[in-house]
């Protein structure tokens, strides 16, 4: 009998060690690099103050701001709200050579830009983003970053490209098989269309996506384009909030966006957080692009791309990510 009650406990505390040991690694922070286009449209600077919000609360640790961008605002409005989130050595990087360059066509970055503390002074003193990726990369476990693309390709077609060299002896391709567990991609239009991101770099585009050695998942136009966010935002009770300034600015000065402007990009981030599971269903298959910009899908139950269908209700997928952009960081204070 005690022989009996003396395997029991063991076995209770092996499966309760098991359990912990799971749990723990559950409570670990999503290692995330964030790749952004910021600028030619504001639901980035949403997508960042909820990477903030995550990293906040423990649920995400940030590698890394870059900017596929080389309008020489980008590099600046980023280290903004790096700086606003208590994140001011956030490595910033920018394509070394070439890359589209556009900027806000409401003006909002020239204001914060004025108005916040930033070192950055302008994209072209940024590191090479490709340099940036390579470091991170290989000082990081294996299987254990999750890239988050919400702009062009045009970085991750560059770090596809890269070779060996002094950081290490891997290239592009080898590092994102060994390092990176998935890339989230806000991007294209499914089953079928014509997307911002793919189209203004769309060789990048089509390079990354037939060569990209590991798992994709694709958070599509049609996805974003329900969720209006930035009301809630702009009403909120503080003074002083990069965040909240850009969409002050910006909501105003389009009728499209009088109940508040489409959240493209921060459906990449809660994917790139919290994983598809209970908010996306999924379709597995191969997305193709087109030499126009333009993107098809095949489906394929073997495929490494996915792309996510509308799960949870829009209205409570609104708040939850709304309810993340509003987050305001330690000692920022309230109007009183």
């Known amino acids: 009998m005690k022989r009996l009650i003396y395997i029991v406990t063991l076995v209770v505390l092996i499966i309760s060690g098991c359990s912990g040991r799971n749990q723990?690694?559950?409570?670990?922070?999503?290692?995330?690099?964030f790749d952004t286009d910021l600028g030619p449209d504001y639901d980035d600077v949403g997508a960042l103050?909820?990477?903030?919000?995550?990293?906040?609360?423990?649920?995400?640790?940030i590698l890394?701001?870059?900017?596929?961008n080389k309008h020489e605002l980008v590099?600046?409005?980023?280290?903004?709200?790096?700086?606003?989130?208590?994140?001011?050595?956030?490595?910033?990087?920018?394509?070394?050579?070439?890359?589209?360059?556009?900027?806000s066509?409401?003006?909002?970055?020239?204001s914060i830009v004025a108005s916040y503390p930033h070192k950055i002074k302008s994209t072209s003193e940024a590191e090479d983003a490709v340099r940036i990726y390579r470091r991170i990369l290989s000082t990081q476990p294996d299987n254990s970053v999750t890239i988050i693309t919400v702009g062009f390709l045009t970085n991750l077609r560059d770090l596809l490209k890269s070779g060996p060299d002094?950081?290490?002896?891997?290239?592009?391709?080898e590092l994102i098989a060994k390092?990176?567990?998935?890339?989230?991609?806000?991007?294209g239009s499914f089953p079928r269309g014509r997307e911002f991101n793919v189209f203004i770099d769309s060789t990048a585009s089509k390079f990354v996506y037939e060569n990209w050695p590991g798992e994709v998942i694709f958070t599509g136009f049609e996805i974003g384009k329900e969720i209006l966010t930035g009301l809630r935002l702009m009403n909120m009770n503080i003074e002083g909030s990069p965040v909240k300034d850009v969409f002050s600015i910006s909501i105003p000065m389009s009728k499209d966006d009088k109940n508040g402007r489409m959240s493209w990009d921060q459906t990449a981030v809660l994917i790139g957080v919290y994983g598809t599971e209970g908010f996306f269903d999924t379709r597995r298959g191969t997305i193709l692009v087109n030499s126009s910009g333009s993107n098809e899908w095949k489906d394929d139950p073997e495929g490494k791309h996915q792309y996510v269908i509308q799960k949870m209700p829009v209205?409570?997928?609104?708040?939850?990510?709304?309810?993340?952009?509003?987050?305001?960081?330690?000692?920022v204070q309230s109007k009183k």
């Open 24 to 33: 723990h690694k559950i409570a670990e922070p999503v290692k995330i690099i």
């Open 49 to 61: 103050a909820f990477l903030h919000a995550m990293a906040d609360s423990g649920k995400a640790e």
């Open 64 to 68: 890394a701001t870059l900017s596929s």
């Open 75 to 103: 590099a600046p409005s980023i280290d903004v709200i790096n700086t606003w989130f208590g994140r001011p050595d956030i490595p910033i990087g920018a394509p070394a050579v070439q890359g589209p360059s556009l900027a």
């Open 105 to 110: 066509s409401q003006g909002w970055a020239d």
């Open 166 to 173: 002094a950081i290490s002896p891997l290239t592009g391709s």
């Open 179 to 187: 390092k990176v567990e998935k890339l989230v991609s806000m991007a």
């Open 315 to 331: 209205p409570k997928m609104t708040r939850f990510i709304e309810d993340r952009m509003m987050h305001v960081p330690n000692g």
